[in-house]
């Protein structure tokens, strides 16, 4: 089973930057794409980015040029990071880390993060 932990996160000024972290261990499955959603307020769960296991990210237009995901790896280990720059009132809402693996999918508790002055 994969074990997902988020740090990072908080309250951050617009035009400010913020960096998301997720680490994922698992024992016998192997993790392939992992990538962060996020939820805000009275609205459905969105995709953020992802990236796969061969390092080829995806973004959602709204978040283009202003993100940017990466993941490295140590043994059974993934660590996932999204760097948040130029973040914008609209970008608050909690931020889902998941991660696919040949065990099916695992979500994070979720980390909010809000933009406001």
């Known amino acids: 089973q994969v074990q997902l932990v988020e740090s990072g996160g908080g309250l951050v000024q617009p035009g400010g930057s913020l960096r998301l972290s997720c680490t994922a261990s698992?024992?016998?499955?192997?993790?392939?794409?992992m990538g962060w959603y996020r939820q805000a307020p009275g609205k459905q769960r969105e995709l953020v980015a992802r990236?796969?296991?061969?390092?080829?990210?995806?973004?959602a237009d709204s978040v283009k040029g202003r993100f940017t995901i990466s993941r490295g790896n140590a043994g059974n280990t993934v660590f996932l990071q999204m760097q948040m720059n130029s973040l914008k009132p609209e970008d608050t809402a909690v931020y889902y880390c998941?991660?696919?693996?040949?065990?099916?999918?695992?979500w994070g508790r979720g980390t909010q993060v809000t933009v406001s002055s």
């Open positions: 998941y991660a696919d693996s040949s065990g099916g999918p695992t």
């Open positions: 698992a024992s016998i499955f192997s993790i392939s794409t």
């Open positions: 990236i796969t296991s061969g390092g080829m990210p995806n973004y």
